[in-house]
C-alpha cells in the first residue's frame, strides 16, 4: 500500500529573501530581484543585468572548511536545507539515519569553480596547480553528498539533472521513495550559481534572455506582448517530504500533501518547448491522474512562464488542451517575473511559492505583465499587478528544461 506523502519544512535563498518569511513577503508585494550584475564586469554583455542574492554571506552559516570545499551551489543547498530541515522540527536522534535521505538537483553544477580554476590555469604560465578540491567542488552531485554529510543522513542519496525541470525531478523522487515506503523524510530541492562570464555569454549568445539593461526590474514580463527573453536568477529551494503518518505521530506543523507528480518529454528540440505544447500537456494529465484530480479541481498553477516569446505560448497551448475554451475558476502567476529563472533551482523556488500560496490561500501576481499577448484565450486567467485571495485547494507547479524535459507536481491541502 503506498503511503501518503507532506511537506512538512521549508528552506530558501532567493533574490528577493534569504529565508522562507522575507522572501514570500517579497514576491506577495511583487518586490523585484532584477539589477545590474556585481559579480563580475558584464559591460560587454548583450546581457548586464540579473535577478541576484542580495547580502549573503556564506560566512555567517557556515564553517570556514565547509566553504573552502565546495562550490557555491553546493553553499547555497546547505544553507537553504539547513532553514528547511529547522523550520520541520524533527528528532534526528529519534530516528535511524537510514530512514532519512536527500535528493538534490542542479542544472549546471559547479560552474563558478570550473570557470575561475580554468582562467587560474590559462592565465598562468602553463603549469597545473589545480586545487584539490577542484573536482569535488565541480561535479553536480557534491549538494546532495554535503547535505548528508552534514547531517548525518544514511538513506537514498543522490542528485537530479534535468536542466530547468531540475527541482521537480528531484521533488518527484523523493515524493516516490517515500510513497513507496523506501524512506520517511527527504530533504530535497534544487540549487544554482549560474550568473557567471560562460552563463551569461552562452544564454546571450542564444539570445534567450532580455536585453531591457537600462530597466532590468521590469526585464521579465511572462505572457506580455512584448516579452523578449527571461532573466537569469540564483538561489536555492529546499523542502523536507515526509511520510504521513510519521509526520502525525510526531505531531509536525504540515503546510500540504503532495497529490501527484510526472515527467514526460517533447522529443522535439535542443532547446525550444514543443510548439503545441505536447509533452507539457501529457506530463499535466498524468500527475493530475495520479492525484485523482481534473484540470477543473486545481485553484493555481505557478507555470514555467520564463518570459520567451515561443515558451509562454507553447505552455498556454499544453494547458488549453485540458482547459478547452469554456470560462473557468483557474489561475496562474507568472513569479519569474520577480525572482528570474533560477534554472536548476526553478522548480523548488516555485514549489515554495506555490505551497505558500496553497497555504495562506493568496496567488502572487505577475508583475511587469501591461498588455497580455492576444495569443493567448481570455480564459485563461492571469493575475496581474497585485496579489489576489482566492481559496485555494489544490495547486501545481510546471517546470520545463533544455532537452526537452518536463516537470509537474502537485499539491493540495491535507
Known sequence: MSKRVVVTGLGALAPNGNDILSFWN???????????????????????FACELKDFNPAEHLERA??????????????????????????????????????????????????????????????????????????ANMASGMISMRNGYMGINYTTVSACATSNTSIMDAYNYIKWGKARIIVTGGSESPITEGSIGGFSAMKAMSPRNDHPETASRPFDVGRDGFVMGEGAGALVLEDYDHAVARGAKIYCEVKGASMTADAYHLSATHPEGIGASEAMRQALAEAELSINDVDYINPHATSTPVGDISEIKALLSLLGTEKNNLWISGTKSMTGHLMGAAGAIEAIITILALRDNIIPPTINTEEIDPAIPSNINIVTGESMEKPIQYAMSNTFGFGGHNGIAVFGKV
Do not use: C
Open 26 to 48: 517579497r514576491i506577495k508585494e511583487g518586490h523585484s530581484g532584477a539589477g545590474p550584475i556585481t559579480k563580475f564586469d558584464a559591460s560587454k554583455f548583450r546581457t548586464r
Open 66 to 139: 565547509d566553504i573552502k570545499r565546495s562550490d557555491m551551489f553546493t553553499q547555497y543547498a546547505l544553507v537553504a536545507s539547513d532553514q528547511a530541515i529547522n523550520d520541520s522540527g524533527f528528532d534526528f536522534e529519534n530516528m535511524s539515519p537510514f530512514d532519512i535521505g536527500v535528493i538534490w538537483g542542479t542544472g549546471q553544477g559547479g560552474m563558478v569553480t570550473f570557470e575561475e580554476q580554468m582562467k587560474e590555469y590559462f592565465q598562468g604560465d602553463g603549469t597545473p596547480r589545480f586545487s584539490p578540491f577542484f573536482v569535488p567542488k565541480l561535479i
